[in-house]
């Protein structure tokens, strides 16, 4: 059996995004061709496949999003009453996140867009109940794609890197 057909499976169930590129480029070239039955309905069934890529992408970015923006309202707000329900949902989030990214994602995330996006949210949610996203945070992501989506991801590291960072950061008046 051909080695490459032996990856297969795997590739799917380790990467679905990547499954997806390669199984959509694959189509492409067979409806490209004049010589195979036209019964074949080429552009829905590439883009059905290509669906499948996009809502693991579309759930890991929208998961890690929530997260950035629940750790951000954490920090900025740390004796407001919903802490305790914001740190289960970085947890939640956390965990969503680990369980569907992808090697492959990672230069697909737009990390810094991301981060901005996050801070923007947070700062609107915060602003609805009289509070503020804490001043001087850091215009790049501080975390590292792998720290967010590690196994063993700790958000107490998490809230100690940023609060050093913010610590790190000349005017935070």
């Known amino acids: 059996m051909d080695r490459a057909m032996d990856d297969r499976p795997n590739l799917y169930d380790d ?3 990547t499954w997806a590129d390669e199984q959509v480029a694959a189509l492409r070239a067979l409806a490209a ?18 669906s499948v890529g996009r809502s693991d992408f579309k759930g890991v970015d929208s998961a890690l999003s929530q997260m950035l923006v629940h750790i951000l309202k954490y920090i900025s707000a740390p004796q407001s009453q919903p802490t305790q329900s914001w740190r289960a949902e970085i947890v939640m989030f956390q965990a ?3 369980r569907h990214y992808r090697p492959s994602m990672h230069q697909r995330i737009d990390w810094e867009h991301l981060w901005t ?3 923007r949210q947070a700062d609107a949610s915060l602003n609805i ?3 503020r996203l804490l001043r001087g945070l850091p215009a790049q992501m501080p975390f590292t794609p792998e720290e967010l989506t590690a196994k063993d ?3 107490d590291l998490a809230l100690e890197r940023l609060a050093a960072v913010l610590k790190s950061t000349p005017d935070r008046h």
């Open 15 to 17: 990467d679905i995004v």
């Open 153 to 155: 991801f700790s958000l």
């Open 33 to 50: 061709r004049s010589d195979l039955s036209n019964a074949v309905d080429w552009e829905n069934v590439i883009e059905e496949i290509e």
């Open 117 to 119: 996006n996050a801070m």
């Open 129 to 131: 109940f009289g509070d």
């Open 96 to 98: 969503a996140a680990y």
